[in-house]
């Protein structure tokens, strides 16, 4: 018998005892499992789980004696199918307000756009507070249950902060990654580091963690700032460390050979890189020898052209991220079918082209469901995060299986990864309270949050509806120079079918 079969059965002796005074049971649903023995995915049809405040306490299959504990809630999920909620590590949320702006922008218009670089001028405090918190419930909505917030809008203490509290009263479970950046406001990395000091020190959240996202480490190894991260980040025990990595012609640096130079890649830290486009065989190596992850946003990649070339080599340290959800999709299934197809084709391409048929698929719909939950809580050193598994956290998502897309469904992870969409999303459940039963979100005057959202986003882009567009002409900031784009054409003729934007 393995551990996963005994916790099943012994979870029926050890809550007859238990307090049930907030347990949920959600009952008679196919769910997708996690067998910490054999560190696989596990089906169980027809089974349940009771949750006892923020954890799932036992997981029942059909033939396990169901104990349901006196006041608890049962709800039934005849049909349905029950997931661990999916796991974001890499996503900006305070640039919700730009959605549909940056339809066909690439990543050079990007840094001078919408990127934190320049974007400060147009936010109040106010206009990042509620941008922030918008952008997290759309997120929840879609089924993305913990989120590592790269936070690189601390341009002043003020607007720190509005991303910080926005995070906090979401009620969402965030690793709210402060980043350290000498803004042009004249707030640099000394000041900001008084302040993450600050807000760590009145911390009251059991949902938000605060930690650190650094992006100088190639720049600046030895360097007085760097320093002083470094010294943060070591003395408070920070449990999670986030950076950029996109290198190609790009060249933006913080690769793992440069984390590993000023000796932070090999700490107990966990470190999230995220793109790590043309990663090579040496970071690689890297990666896999000090346990460091990268978080793969595909649609991001390949809607901004900074591609993802190597990342299907080293899935075994990675995770998904969503990236800047105002350009393309706020969901991490849509990302995890999005890159399962493309590693597909990549891999297929380089046997078609020595004039093979594939005998096989080369990335199976369980590979791309762990990267989306298990893998994302491992890369935030969380083992009891993106999985169902007694003792986990209570962060679920519940599916309608009888959904229009999903109906006749017999593999419930390729009925999630291949079929469903947010739309057939049910409830969504964080540290064992709902933010999203019967399809809506259970929020406290949504209506009144949108409302405020519409007004600053209608003020901010309006100035970038009036706002040229950065030249794209000459040489990017790295020195690299831009080159030709085939623009393809869905009409006959020369150039008749790309169109406007119609913001």
């Not at 941008?131 to 809008?153: F, K, M, P, R, W």
């Not at 706020?330 to 020595?354: F, G, K, P, W």
């Amino acid at each position: 018998m393995n551990l996963f079969s005994f916790l099943l059965k012994a979870s029926t002796v050890f809550h007859r005892a238990s307090p049930a005074a907030a347990a949920k049971v959600l009952s008679g649903g196919t769910i997708i499992a996690f067998d910490q023995d054999a560190e696989s995915l596990q089906v169980i049809r027809h089974g349940s789980l009771l949750i006892d405040k923020d954890r799932i306490t036992s997981v029942f299959d059909a033939s396990s004696p169901i104990v349901v504990p006196p006041g608890a809630e049962v709800i039934d999920c005849t049909n349905k199918i029950i997931t661990p909620g999916f796991i974001d590590t890499h996503r900006h949320g305070w640039q919700t307000v730009f959605k549909t702006m940056g339809s066909n922008t690439t990543l050079a218009e990007y840094a001078g756009r919408y990127s934190a670089m320049v974007a400060e001028p147009l936010f109040t405090p106010d206009d990042l507070y509620i941008s922030q918190i918008t952008g997290i419930y759309e997120a929840v909505a879609a089924g993305v249950t913990t989120i590592l917030d790269h936070a690189h809008h601390t341009w002043s203490r003020e607007h720190s902060a509005a991303g910080f509290n926005a995070s906090v009263d979401s009620g969402s479970r965030i690793f709210f990654a402060y980043t350290f950046q000498n803004a042009s406001t004249g707030f640099g990395i000394q000041d900001q580091i008084i302040q993450w000091r600050e807000l760590a020190a009145k911390i009251s959240s059991n949902l938000t963690e605060l930690v650190v996202g650094y992006d100088d480490w190639t720049a600046n190894p030895d360097g007085a700032d760097t320093l002083a991260v470094l010294d943060l980040i070591y003395k408070n025990n920070v449990s999670v460390l986030t950076t950029h990595h996109v290198e190609g012609p790009w060249m933006f640096g913080n690769s793992p050979e440069d984390l590993h130079r000023v000796g932070i890649l090999n700490s107990s830290i966990p470190i999230v890189i995220s793109h790590a486009s043309f990663l090579d065989a040496r970071g690689a190596a890297l990666l896999r020898s000090t346990n460091k992850h990268i978080s793969i946003t595909p649609e991001s990649e390949m809607h901004y052209g900074h591609l993802h070339p190597t990342s299907h080599l080293i899935l075994d340290q990675a995770s998904l991220g969503v990236d800047t959800h105002f350009t393309f999709s706020t969901d991490i299934l849509t990302q995890a079918r999005l890159y399962l197809q493309s590693v597909r084709y990549r891999v297929y391409e380089n046997t078609i082209d020595r004039w093979q048929l594939p005998a096989q698929s080369p990335m199976s719909v369980n590979q791309a469901f762990l990267l989306a939950t298990r893998n994302g809580g491992l890369a935030l050193g969380r083992e009891d995060l993106g999985i169902i598994a007694p003792g986990a956290k209570a962060d679920i998502v519940v599916w309608d299986g009888r959904s229009p897309a999903m109906l006749g469904w017999a593999d419930p992870v390729a009925a999630i990864i291949l079929h469903a969409s947010v739309g057939d999303i049910k409830h969504v459940l964080v540290d064992g309270e709902f933010k999203k039963r019967d399809g809506e979100l259970t929020i406290d005057n949504y209506a009144e949050l949108q409302d405020r959202f519409l007004a600053s986003a209608e003020r901010i882009q309006r100035i970038l509806r009036e706002t040229p567009l950065p030249s794209q002409e000459g040489s990017f900031l790295t020195g690299t120079p831009y080159g030709y784009v085939l623009q393809v054409d869905a009409r006959r003729g020369d150039g008749t079918g790309y169109g406007p934007n119609f913001v």
